[in-house]
């Protein structure tokens, strides 16, 4: 792979952006119970409802960290935010502060995908 990307041109670029749409990205980080009795079987919970999320469309990017960072992962959700956040209220991990979210409002392109 080179460092400098391909050319594209003007109508390339403007035809692509007029496809973007509106995602929600979720940042996780630790929360204030992530050292608490239990909390890997809690973090197993979260992992798989994620899977499930990601299974039915509504999670399709799910990008657990790997480092040892306080950044523990990231999600793209295909929901608005409002529906983001009911969706975040209600995982395992959240409820029982093991973990922190928020949401951001993103653009992106449909179908996108992550290489493979």
Do not use: K, Q, W
């Amino acid at each position: 792979m080179t460092s400098t990307p391909a050319p594209i041109s003007d109508e390339e670029f403007r035809a692509l952006r007029a496809t973007a749409r509106e995602y929600s990205v979720v940042l996780l980080s630790p929360g204030p119970n992530r050292h608490m009795d239990g909390a890997d079987a809690i973090i197993y919970s979260h992992g798989m409802r994620n899977v499930s999320l990601h299974r039915d469309g509504r999670l399709p990017v799910v990008c657990p960290s790997t480092d040892s960072s306080e950044f523990r992962g990231l999600g793209i959700f295909n929901c608005s935010v409002e529906e983001t956040i009911e969706l975040m209220e209600t995982d395992p991990a959240i409820m029982a502060g093991v973990l922190h979210y928020e949401v951001h409002s993103v653009r992106s392109f449909p179908g996108s995908t992550l290489p493979g």
